[in-house]
């Protein structure tokens, strides 16, 4: 007959020598958490204005997404405002301005995405490229300056210079052969001068990570590559872009995640009813509903499907760049 296994006591417990409790589980987990906080005070009081931060910034305000589905009043507050439902969402999608909003959303976002993502790269490599380090140190300090303008400096440069007689309509007249014209008012012309802004600010600041990444790509791999007779542009190619591709993955994913939300303080200040049909995006909506109207619960539904959207697009990125390169965020 068979012995029966004797059962396993936790009445008994064995301490090491800080004094956790070895082989206790889930049951000493308690024990063990206390003995961690009083062995690293420091850190647990550092952790405790981190997880604060998060509570109070990004946890509570969660609870705002009520008025997406309510008639919300001020004086009501969340709990006591009427409930819609759906309402607010079936508001947008049925008003006049729902196509051209997504179609101006979807269409500065895509355009900054093909034309920002990859410029910082670009800089980045012809960075690496320069051996003067003096040189190479003009040249990034020059690029990281527009960065720390401010929108509000930075977009009336923008409309100083492409208004009639301005520096850059000037110099476009001369080139096609025709008078100068306000730019910022022609169509389509608002989307590529937004772009182009964002370039001019963020491509020297959005290299710095491009340019830590390539600093860390072991040397003898050139060496290597410079042996076997490849010349620059192969070392390019099979050593310094597979060295910084999981970075080049990981700030895509993190930009896919925002083509749906272009910001609208730089939009405000630069269009004008000549160019509204082309610069009203989504988070513009948002603001005129919002704060120029008051109608919380239309503007917190349309910030709300802009966010699923977003969400949306970070995770498909997400997968499909684990599959494909094996490289995720989560």
Request: charged residues 10%.
């Amino acid at each position: 007959m068979a012995k029966k296994k004797p059962k396993r006591s936790y009445t008994t417990t064995t301490l090491d020598s800080s004094g956790y409790i070895e082989g206790g589980g889930v049951r000493a987990l308690p024990h063990n958490l206390w003995v961690d906080i009083k062995c690293n005070k420091v850190l647990y009081v550092c952790l405790t204005f981190i997880l604060a931060f998060f509570v109070i910034f990004s946890f509570l305000p969660l609870v705002g997404l009520l008025m997406a589905f309510e008639r919300y009043s001020p004086v009501k507050g969340f709990f006591g405002s009427q409930w819609v439902g759906l309402q607010n969402f079936e508001t947008f999608f049925s008003g006049p301005y729902v196509g051209r909003l997504i179609r101006n959303t979807l269409a500065i976002g895509v355009l900054n995405l093909v034309v920002n993502f990859p410029a910082p790269i670009i800089f980045a490599l012809i960075l690496n490229e320069i051996k003067n380090k003096y040189f190479k140190k003009i040249v990034q300090t020059i690029s990281y300056m527009p960065y720390f303008v401010s929108a509000v400096v930075a977009c009336g440069i923008v409309v100083d210079f492409t208004e009639a007689g301005g520096a850059i309509s000037t110099f476009v007249a001369s080139i096609t052969g025709s008078e100068p014209q306000n730019l910022l008012n022609q169509g389509t012309n608002f989307w590529l001068i937004y772009v182009l802004q964002n370039m001019w600010q963020g491509l020297g600041y959005g290299s710095i990570i491009y340019i830590s990444a390539l600093s860390a790509i072991d040397q003898e791999l050139y060496e290597a590559a410079a042996i076997d007779g490849a010349g620059k542009w192969l070392q390019c190619i099979h050593v310094t872009i597979p060295g910084i591709l999981p970075m080049i993955i990981m700030m895509l994913i993190m930009q896919m995640g925002s083509v749906f939300s272009v910001g609208a303080d730089k939009i405000l200040l630069m269009y004008s009813p000549a160019n509204y049909n082309f610069a009203d995006v989504i988070n513009t909506y948002v603001y005129r509903m919002g704060l120029v109207q008051s109608d919380y619960g239309l503007s917190t539904a349309v910030g709300l499907f802009n966010s699923i959207i977003g969400t949306i697009l970070l995770i498909t990125t997400n997968q499909i760049a684990k599959k494909l390169a094996g490289t995720s965020m989560f």
